[in-house]
Nanobody, 123 residues
């Protein structure tokens, strides 16, 4: 059973930075994709970024492409989301997800999700 545990959220001022972490355990497939989503109050969950574990190929939503960086550390079984130049509109609960199929993960239909970590950006 895949388990995902996020951490690193918090309160930051506009223009600040945070790095979220997601530790993954229980994965047996040799090729899978990790992703980050976020859900702001009153809004639907939206895709932020994804990375293919085996080769590090990344995908980002346009709104964060120049500010957020997704990367992984194989030795620690951890995927990170480095967030720079944070804006109030980045305020949301951020979720980590994982699946064998990249398209399924990016579409938000993967079976494995973490519990979420709150990011709040004050103006």
């Amino acid at each position: 059973q895949v388990q995902l545990v996020e951490s690193g959220g918090g309160l930051v001022q506009t223009g600040g930075s945070l790095t979220l972490s997601c530790v993954v355990s229980g994965r047996t497939a040799s090729r899978y994709t990790m992703g980050w989503f976020r859900q702001a109050p009153g809004k639907e969950r939206e895709f932020v970024a994804a990375i293919t574990w085996s080769d590090g190929t990344t995908l980002n939503v346009d709104s964060v492409k120049c500010r957020f960086l997704i990367y992984r550390d194989g030795a620690k079984n951890t995927v990170y989301l480095q967030m720079n130049s944070l804006q109030p509109e980045d305020t949301a609960v951020y979720y980590c997800t994982s699946g064998d199929d990249r398209r399924t993960v990016v579409a938000g239909r993967a079976d494995s999700w973490g519990q979420g970590t709150q990011v709040t950006v004050s103006s």
